[in-house]
T-cell receptor, first 116, second 112 residues
């Protein structure tokens, strides 16, 4: 089974520029997550989708971050404008889980963002 | 805040069992314990999870104490490729949303 696919793997931009990340979850997984991971720390949840609905975006900085999952499959995460502190690895994960389920999340290899 | 406490680093000899401890003394009755690992420059990889009973799969065994306040992940025959950061995570339910609360993990180094 193909895993979670993310692109690009690396992205370098100047501050104040926009940037977008793309995620293709495991086929059949209706739940999709975006995480941010800083160096030496565990991932932090940004947003969770159940199909095309964002059911938990409480940790998403909505002034500059946005996400979409229009057809309930692929998803994009956007930052506009990027700031120096946004340098991190952005991880996407998916699971079979509906709310309350204990199905594990499966992660992609992330996009490493560097802001100059 | 993370609900788990893990040692920052551990060593283990290749071929021996690696036993990774985790404390989760504030865990609630319906909160699962998950273990993931992360190899450098890769995304986290799911290993195993459990609620009350001990669990085993092809990768590892999970031993949960009877009071559920701690657990141990066991890699029965560690190889060099098991060198990674291992995360012990409690899945919590907050305001009808559930989250995996990640700590800093244990960096496990397998030595030849």
């Amino acid at each position: 089974e193909a895993g979670v696919v993310q692109s690009p793997r690396y992205k370098i931009i100047e501050k104040k520029q926009p940037v977008a990340f793309w995620c293709n979850p495991i086929s059949g997984h209706n739940t999709l997550y975006w995480y941010l991971q800083n160096l030496g720390q565990g991932p932090e949840l940004l947003i969770r989708y159940e199909n095309e609905e964002a059911v938990d975006d409480s940790q998403l900085p909505k002034d500059r971050f946005s996400a979409e999952r229009l057809k309930g499959v692929d998803s994009t995460l956007k930052i506009q404008p990027a700031e120096l502190g946004d340098s991190a690895v952005y991880l996407c994960a998916s699971s079979l889980a509906a709310v309350g389920s204990n199905q594990p999340q499966h992660f992609g290899d992330g996009t490493r963002l560097s802001i100059l | 805040d993370a609900k788990t406490t893990q040692p920052p680093s551990m060593d283990c000899a290749e071929g021996r069992a690696a036993n990774l401890p985790c404390n989760h003394s504030t865990i609630s009755g319906n909160e699962y314990v998950y273990w993931y690992r992360q190899i450098h420059s890769q995304g986290p990889q799911y290993i195993i999870h459990g609620l009350k009973n001990n669990e085993t799969n092809e990768m590892a065994s999970l031993i949960i104490t009877e009071d559920r306040k701690s657990s141990t992940l066991i890699l029965p025959h560690a190889t060099l490729r098991d060198t990674a950061v291992y995360y012990c995570i409690v899945r919590v339910v907050m305001d009808s949303n559930y989250q995996l609360i990640w700590g800093a993990g244990t960096k496990l180094i397998i030595k030849p």
